[in-house]
């Protein structure tokens, strides 16, 4: 029974399509076209090469359509769903527009870009996609320079909190003399000819990418989308890259880079904003309003020269990241009754997948093509996931385990805040770029991820030793007599001993890692036993140094409040005495003041005491002081001493003088 590609529910992400590369390559052809005569072969086959040794099974996927090497640029846009899109986004009359989304997938070298981004010689889809946009709604674009106010609407409903300036002023700002138009400002004052820019050759820098010099075939001409007459269109265009897991604005980094260069970028979050709590969106960005198709293309040429690629032993220009050019159409009525409307056509061209043994990758750039291979890795899951949901299956898609999915599916699932708003989740297209003589693990690992149905054929190899025991030999040579000889039957006895002796070597050598590897982790482990017994030590030390200082913190802040305590306390008794002797002071004077009366104290009982002794020892004192004068008396020659030590001191009463101190006062 023949495989069939399962019809594409409304609930699936992805329509997918695969485009095989012309290859020059010296190797054998592995991958096959089923029925190429048919108009639209939708099956292929893959063999394992010739030289394969581990009999790896045939292989059969289905896609949405299959593309062969001849298939053009144009027929790719045409047929893929794409101009569907761009129809979807537009929006039908009185209708708001449907997300889209295009992305290309495939092996590094597959022809990736080249699909989605064009040649030196050919348009890609992206190109294609905004020739057709502007051709659709060229009349009925909105003035949008500084200071119309069409412009100051698209700021104010913009709702990703975008930085959000026109292409005249953008460009001017990087390659121009910044004179066209003021590129900060957002002054009221129109401008007369939103392109002088483009038509000014004067200022224009020599490296601006010019629309002359880019390719201009194929044509979109004979593609007619109807826009709806009764709208005003405008058209905003943003570009950014997924790189090791973080988002960065390809439009910001050339800016930064003429003014700052040793700055580094700043990456952006997916998150809800307050104007959008029901939809993610990558908050940040720097938003291009385009009045023309010319003006996007510089856009998209600037954005380009900001991401990352590098030269690997795959692809001389690999893409180290994941790049989104986002196509913005903003819709409201003519009559600017109803505010703007806003639905995306987002083109992503994600880096391709690579062995790191034929890539000759190191370093940073080995390191770059692990989060490229684990972000494809995660996004075959969820491809798979979706797939086995349209046989009635109801898993849950994981596209939260890393940025590339989740910016790929988180606003794919429809919703009821979203189907309030008439926003219904995005239309999505996959083109699978391969190599049918390139590399076949790589292709077959994407091929896997990415088919809409697979079909496995495991080849049955009867084993020798079933083969001996019934008497049919694996190969057998036959005389000219016509007997069959068992020659080949021992060959291949010889052959399966040999691989069983290289098996068992295998076996042992892994065992030994084995061991090796359990000693290393019991050591591990007690690495790490040993670690956490320190920790508990250290934590136990540090708790205690810290307990410490703090005792002593508090112990010093307490002495320092009793201190102050005790000076406050001493502060009061001086106060209070000072107070007391104010009322002496007062009282004393008030009794001079009257005259009349007067106080006497009797000394006390102790100061009576004490002036009698002392009354005792200047008694004893004098009458020693006297003989002391009479001796000396006796002994000097001089009559003038004699009279001056003979000479007696009056005597007073200390009882009147004390008493005399008591009046003065």
Request: aromatic share 6%; glycine share 6%.
């Amino acid at each position: 029974m023949a495989m069939e590609p399962p019809p594409r529910p409304s609930s699936s992400l992805f329509d997918v399509y695969l485009r095989l590369r012309p290859s020059n390559a010296a190797s054998a052809r592995f991958l096959d076209v089923e029925e190429p005569e048919a108009e639209h072969p939708t099956h292929i086959t893959i063999k394992p090469p010739t030289n394969d040794t581990r009999k790896r099974a045939v292989e059969r996927f289905a896609f949405t359509r299959v593309y062969e090497e001849d298939a053009t640029q144009s027929e790719l846009f045409k047929s893929t769903g794409a101009v569907d899109l761009i129809e979807g986004v537009l929006g039908a009359p009185g209708h708001h527009g449907r997300d889209g989304l295009l992305a290309t997938l495939g092996v590094t070298g597959s022809g990736k870009s080249h699909t989605i981004l064009g040649t030196k010689s050919q348009r890609g889809l992206t190109q294609m996609a905004l020739d057709v946009l502007f051709q659709t709604t060229e009349k009925q674009l909105v003035q949008s320079f500084y200071g119309a106010p069409a412009f100051s609407s698209l700021a104010v409903a913009d709702v990703a909190e975008a930085h959000m300036y026109t292409a005249t002023a953008f460009l001017d700002s990087l390659y121009g003399d910044n004179q066209s138009e003021r590129f900060p400002s957002r002054a009221q004052t129109p401008m007369p000819d939103c392109s002088s820019f483009l038509t000014n050759g004067a200022t224009r820098s020599k490296n601006i990418p010019r629309p002359s010099t880019l390719p201009q075939s194929p044509t979109v001409t004979d593609i007619e989308i109807p826009a709806d007459p009764s709208a005003e269109y405008a058209i905003v265009i943003s570009m950014y890259e997924v790189y090791n897991d973080r988002i960065f604005d390809l439009l910001v980094g050339n800016a930064n880079k003429f003014k700052h260069p040793n700055v580094k970028r700043r990456s952006l979050l997916f998150k809800s904003t307050e104007q959008s709590p029901d939809r993610k969106v990558v908050a940040g960005l720097t938003k291009i309003i385009c009045g023309s198709f010319e003006e996007a293309l510089m856009v998209l040429e600037t954005g380009l020269m900001e991401r990352k690629v590098a030269g690997t032993g795959s692809n001389a220009v690999s893409s180290r990241s994941h790049g989104f050019f986002c196509i913005e159409v903003k819709k409201r009525d003519a009559q600017r009754t109803s505010p703007w409307s806003s639905s995306t056509l987002t083109i992503v061209d994600l880096a391709g997948s690579e062995r790191a043994r034929n890539a000759k990758t190191a370093g940073a750039t080995l390191a770059e093509a692990g989060k490229i291979n684990e972000s494809l890795m995660y996004l075959g899951q969820c491809m798979q996931m979706q797939s086995d949901n349209q046989d009635g299956s109801r898993n849950v898609v994981p596209f939260r385990q890393c940025k590339l999915t989740e910016l790929l599916f988180s606003n794919s699932f429809p919703s009821a805040s979203r189907h309030t708003h008439s926003h219904q989740p995005q239309k999505s297209t996959m083109i699978v770029t391969a190599d049918p003589k390139g590399d076949f693990n790589a292709t077959s690992q994407i091929l896997r991820y990415s088919a809409l149905a697979r079909e496995v054929t495991v080849p049955r190899i009867p084993s020798t030793t079933s083969t001996i025991f019934s008497g049919t030999p694996l190969k057998s040579s036959t005389t000219s007599s016509g007997r069959t000889t068992p020659s080949a039957v021992l060959e291949e006895l010889e052959s399966a001993n040999a691989e069983i002796a290289r098996l068992t070597a295998d076996i042992e050598i892994f065992a030994l890692r084995f061991t090796e590897e359990t000693g290393r982790r019991k050591a591990a482990e007690k690495s790490w036993s040993a670690a956490e017994d320190y920790m508990i030590e250290l934590e136990q030390e540090i708790r205690n140094d810290c307990f410490a200082e703090m005792e002593a913190a508090v112990d010093q802040e307490r002495r320092r409040w009793q201190t102050a305590l005790d000076n406050e306390q001493d502060n009061q008794q001086a106060h209070l005495d000072s107070k007391i002797d104010v009322v002496i002071k007062a009282t004393k004077a008030q009794m001079r003041d009257q005259g009349d009366i007067k106080v006497y104290e009797d000394p006390g009982p102790e100061l009576r005491d004490r002036v009698d002794e002392l009354e005792r020892e200047n008694y004893t004192l004098r009458a020693k002081l006297e003989a002391a004068e009479r001796e000396n008396q006796h002994r000097s020659a001089s009559p003038v001493k004699k009279m001056r030590v003979l000479k007696a001191k009056k005597w007073e009463d200390p009882e009147a003088t004390l008493r005399g101190g008591l009046n003065d006062d």
